[in-house]
């Protein structure tokens, strides 16, 4: 595709529902990653992809949180038993370098949880 | 831990005001410093990478520079179209290639 494809858009949840969030990357591009920004505050790293190796899942916040990815194509975010602080933008990005200098990122995900 | 300030939190210019937008950093051993410009509803855009102190980068009205401790990103005479907000994120040595810590961001607005 064109770019970063993320979906839903948008999405309202209660407390307490699982959500899915999905994120199709630039064709050809191995490194997938997620990123979270709640408002007011800077992009926080949640979890890296790079082909077939093991992800960096340092910065999941907690074990609600679960992603994967289907070899180097679309990935999904799972968020388990929502809380309203995961209310956020969640943000994927994609690169095709091995020391990805440079991140395309999507429009992202707006999770609110009410 | 890694860390990344930026300054100010919000800035605004008139057309042709030229300024300069901050981003201190602590980090243990810099891999690169990246720039990135967002605008409401989006995702990040990315403008520059820096590897080294003393290492400078220009696209258009926008220049970055690098020192040990900080970087700049210098608007020339800037025009409404550039008001977003600026990123600027660093990446760690001894970390994998993805993980990027980001500042807060600086809010630029530019009035005809």
């Known amino acids: 595709g064109a770019g970063v494809s993320q979906s839903p858009s948008n999405k309202v949840t209660e407390k307490g529902k699982d959500v899915e969030l999905r994120c199709d990357p630039i064709s050809g591009h191995t490194a997938l990653y997620w990123y979270r920004q709640r408002l007011g505050q800077g992009l926080e790293f949640l979890i890296y992809f790079q082909g077939n190796s093991a992800p960096d899942k340092s910065g999941l916040p907690s074990d609600r949180f679960s992603a994967e990815r289907t070899g180097e194509s679309v990935s999904t975010l799972t968020i388990q038993r929502t809380q309203q602080e995961d209310s956020a933008v969640y943000l994927c990005?994609?690169?095709?370098?091995?020391?990805?200098?440079?991140?395309?990122f999507g429009s992202g995900t707006q999770l609110s949880v009410l | 831990e890694d860390q990344v300030t930026q300054s100010p939190e919000a800035l605004r210019l008139q057309e042709g005001e030229s300024s300069s937008l901050n981003c201190s950093y602590t980090v243990s051993g810099l891999r690169g410093l990246f720039w990135y410009r967002q605008d409401p509803g989006k995702g990040p855009e990315f403008l520059f990478t820096l590897y080294s102190a003393g290492e400078e980068k220009e696209k258009e009205r926008l220049k970055a520079t690098l020192t040990k401790k900080e970087s700049f990103l210098h608007i020339t005479a800037p025009k409404p179209e550039d008001s977003a907000t600026y990123l600027c994120a660093v990446q760690a040595g001894g970390t994998s290639y993805g993980k990027l810590t980001f500042g807060q961001g600086t809010i630029l607005t530019v009035h005809p």
């Open positions: 990005a994609s690169s095709s370098t091995v020391r990805n200098e440079k991140l395309f």
